[in-house]
């Protein structure tokens, strides 16, 4: 039913920044839960940022300080800004989405409905 796009990924310099773009599909995305996760090479995906329907966000704390997650309702549309790459930040990022979902489980993969594609970033040193 829902239909998520990312964009923005690509090739960057440690110490540059990024900001990826999720837009969804449907007149129901203000009452989502939306968030970024990322499965970086040879490691299992891993929670980096939600925003809630509230606009209360959520970090993991390898990217606390660093990233910024905020959305435009009006365009559908989530992003993840982030600052001070490094090589760890390397990984193909998901956007997610879910309804229904709880404050508890905001951090696990397995509740979110809805996916995009994914987008690799490559941080470069």
């Known amino acids: 039913q829902v239909q998520m796009a990312e964009s923005g990924g690509g090739l960057v310099q440690a110490g540059d920044s990024f900001r990826l773009s999720c837009v969804a599909s449907?007149?129901?995305?203000?009452?989502?839960?939306v968030a970024w996760f990322r499965q970086p090479p040879g490691k299992e995906r891993e929670f980096v940022a939600a925003?809630?329907?509230?606009?209360?966000?959520y970090y993991s704390e390898s990217v606390k300080g660093r990233a910024t997650i905020s959305r435009d309702n009006a365009k559908n549309t989530v992003y993840l800004q982030m600052n001070n790459l490094n090589s760890e930040d390397t990984a193909v990022y998901f956007c997610?989405?879910?309804?229904?979902?709880?404050?508890?489980?905001?951090?696990?993969?397995?509740?979110?409905?809805?996916w995009g594609q994914g987008t690799q970033v490559t941080v470069s040193r």
């Open positions: 997610a989405a879910d309804q229904s979902i709880i404050l508890s489980s905001i951090r696990i993969a397995g509740q979110y409905d809805y």
């Open positions: 449907g007149p129901t995305f203000k009452r989502y839960t």
């Open positions: 925003i809630r329907t509230s606009r209360h966000d």
